[in-house]
């Protein structure tokens, strides 16, 4: 008994194989299925009675693409090229039987076809999608670190021209149904499921042509293919320059994708198909694919599902939230808040400043508006939740309230005892602190159980990561309550354990002092700049410093000093910032000068005076070296968290570094970085950068300790 693909036929000899996939929201390609297709094709062309086929899907969606589960299997299974080459080629010899079987198969579409699914499609012969707004058609293989490994790069360039495919597979796009028709991936539109289940079978009945374009002799790729091909020499030059801009040669699977449209689309489709797929298991085989596949998507997604919230508390909802501070971070958090559907009660020290932090959701409400994608009375609607005002009394009745006011102890300490007095005793206190200890500031509170940290990043309304923070009185309820709020409003969040800095601020300033220590070398500052960005990070470390601004850093670092008195170490990098701060009066973008300049309506450049105030040394390091030590800073820092506790769970670790700071996707986060490099190697030359650049290099025993068990 079939348990993924139903199979039934008609009086007319026509097969319909529904595919459902059980447990699971979406199709996705398991061995079950993928078994279970095989048997179908056997049974239908052993039947002289089938006349052709119409694959389909009992769920709203067609095929979501590969089990991204099963490929994190192969991984950790350890399997050597060989194997990888016989698992990948399942799929694509599957698919290559079904198109060249004899007997005519159609897809119809009647949603989501990604990836593997889309590729089943495009072996079919014929191919009708259903018109519904949620259909998605594409190949987004690359944002895994793969290629489309079935047949993909084969046939959607042959299908379409190599033109018009190469962006498809390199940016990963979805495409509407309509879309895919313009551009013939798919042949016929249909508008509700009767009428694509009867294109389907008019085209059997009609034409049912079983071999496919490619098949036929005389085929020819439209637009051309080959290296002395006018239009495809310019399709490659465009898209090799794409690829050098956007990856920096640190992601091997466009530069793979390219190469097997390039080498596959010269010869027949049967040695395109092994192109493909030699190329396809040299990236899964490599460190890559596996960070990304398990960081992005499988860890992310566990974490989306709140594997972290404890157990045996009641799923709860925020109705009614309290934000105390308008400033940039609080208007972000209204912002997001009152699109996941909450009243908001947005409180300043003047009612000018709470209406200004509504206006930053008001502007980004009517540029949603503007573009088509939200009506102007969804904007309203969303706009009349948030209420500004200066009243603590108005935050009666909230469920949670998130304090976003200055770093400053004292301060936040005041705001807390004025919103106690007020807030249900149920409620939850949180600090959007992003540096100062949970523990101390729930000091302040008559029920530190209920206090706990939720650390948001900026810009909110773009960023997708949220770090809850757990001081040391802080209660599973409050874990629980903080992380089903962060779910109602779909961002993706770590728990870590209270520290100075926490996890992502602690780890991510490493970078950023990291960038001052080498200027304070006389590294030049734009090769500083640039060799960050060439190693994946999306801004260098002066720019970023620039952004959250250096007077912040300058009065972190002495409320720090004031801490930790005598036991504070000073750095090169604290030299920097003072002087950033005290003698060039340069604190950051905010205030319109800091280590850039920020000309009105023109672009920021580096200030000229950087050249006097950090005078260049004569020798400069390689872009290498910089990496590494950017690179590697925070892979140390993040190890030392582990080491002490901070962060309990490597996936936390992982998924902290890439969706709070921007640590290179490539990577995998900054643990599976330092895997990447090999452990032994990274621990080597950690030694040798401490021995030549200081202690702040030196690997913590948490790291030997990994060494040794292995």
């Not at 590729?119 to 594409?138: Q, S, Y």
């Amino acid at each position: 008994m079939s348990k993924t693909l139903a199979y039934t036929q008609d009086e007319q000899g026509i097969v319909t194989l529904t595919i459902d996939v059980p447990d699971r929201p979406m199709n996705v390609l398991t061995p079950e299925f993928m078994a279970e297709l095989d048997q179908a094709i056997d049974r239908i062309v052993a039947d002289d009675s089938a006349r052709g086929a119409v694959i389909t899907s009992a769920k709203s969606s067609f095929i979501a693409g590969a089990d991204l589960k099963e490929l994190v299997g192969v991984f950790e299974q350890g399997l050597d090229e060989t194997a990888i080459y016989a698992f990948a080629g399942k799929y694509s010899n599957l698919y290559r039987r079904l198109e060249s079987c004899g007997k005519p198969f159609v897809a119809a579409i009647n949603g989501t076809a990604l990836g593997g699914g889309l590729e089943l499609c495009l072996a079919c012969h014929h191919r009708v999608v259903l018109d519904n707004p949620k259909t998605r058609i594409g190949l987004p293989e690359v944002q895994v670190g793969l290629l489309p490994g079935a047949g993909g790069t084969q046939r959607l360039p042959r299908l379409i021209g190599i033109r018009e495919a190469l962006p498809l597979m390199l940016e990963g796009r979805h495409l509407g149904a309509a879309q895919a028709v313009e551009l013939g991936i798919c042949h016929e539109l249909a508008s509700d499921i009767d009428e694509m289940m009867e294109k389907a079978r008019v085209w059997l009945l009609e034409t049912g042509d079983p071999v496919a374009p490619w098949d036929k002799k005389g085929f020819k790729v439209p637009g051309g293919a080959g290296g002395m091909h006018p239009a495809t020499v310019q399709a490659f030059m465009a898209g090799n320059a794409m690829v050098a801009e956007k990856t920096q040669h640190n992601y091997p699977s466009p530069i793979a994708i390219m190469s097997c449209v390039y080498e596959g689309t010269q010869l027949p489709i049967d040695k395109g198909l092994k192109i493909e797929l030699q190329y396809f298991t040299r990236l899964l085989s490599g460190p890559v694919a596996r960070n990304m596949i398990r960081t992005l998507f499988v860890d992310k997604g566990a974490a989306d599902k709140l594997v972290r919230r404890p157990a045996g508390i009641d799923k709860s909802k925020v109705e009614k939230l309290g934000i105390l501070g308008a400033g940039m971070m609080g208007a972000g958090i209204a912002y997001v808040s009152a699109t996941a559907g909450q009243q908001v009660v947005l409180l300043d020290t003047d009612l000018d400043g709470a209406e200004k932090g509504k206006s930053y959701s008001r502007a980004l409400l009517e540029k949603r508006a503007a573009r088509g994608k939200m009506s102007e009375a969804d904007a309203a609607a969303i706009l009349d939740r948030i209420r500004p005002t200066t009243d603590y009394a108005d935050l009666e009745g909230c469920d949670l309230v998130i304090e976003a006011v200055f770093e400053n102890r004292k301060i936040k300490a005041e705001v807390t005892a004025r919103t106690e007095a007020v807030i249900p005793t149920s409620a939850i206190f949180a600090s959007n602190t992003s540096t100062l200890p949970i523990t101390g500031l729930a000091e302040a509170s008559s029920r530190p159980e209920q206090f706990i940290g939720i650390h948001f990043f900026s810009p909110v309304d773009k960023m997708p990561l949220v770090e809850v923070i757990v001081g040391k009185k802080t209660g599973d309820e409050a874990i629980a309550r903080a992380l089903d709020y962060i779910q109602q409003i779909r961002k993706t969040p770590i728990v870590v354990n209270d520290s100075r800095g926490f996890y992502t601020s602690r780890c991510f300033g490493t970078y950023v002092r990291e960038g001052m220590e080498l200027l304070s070398e006389g590294v030049k500052p734009a090769l500083i700049e640039n060799a960050a960005r060439m190693a994946g990070m999306p801004v260098g470390p002066l720019a970023v410093h620039d952004e959250v601004t250096i007077d912040l850093s300058y009065k972190i670092m002495k409320q720090t000093q004031k801490d930790m008195g005598e036991a504070y170490v000073a750095s090169a990098a604290d030299g920097v910032i003072v002087r950033f701060v005290e003698e060039f009066k340069r604190r950051g973008k905010r205030f319109g000068a800091g280590f850039y300049e920020y000309p009105e309506g023109s672009k920021k450049f580096l200030w000229p005076g950087l050249a006097d105030a950090f005078p260049a040394a004569a020798t400069q390091p390689t872009v290498a070296e910089i990496q590494q030590r950017l690179l590697y800073i925070q892979s140390l820092e993040t190890a030392r968290c582990m080491e002490e506790g901070v962060v309990t769970e490597t996936a936390d670790a992982d998924i902290g570094s890439v969706f709070g700071w921007g640590f290179p996707p490539w990577t995998g986060g900054t643990l599976s970085y330092i895997d990447t490099v090999g452990i032994d190697r990274f621990i080597s030359e950690c030694e040798r950068l401490a021995q030549e650049f200081g202690p702040r290099f030196a690997p913590p025993a948490w790291l030997k300790q990994r060494k040794t068990a292995r």
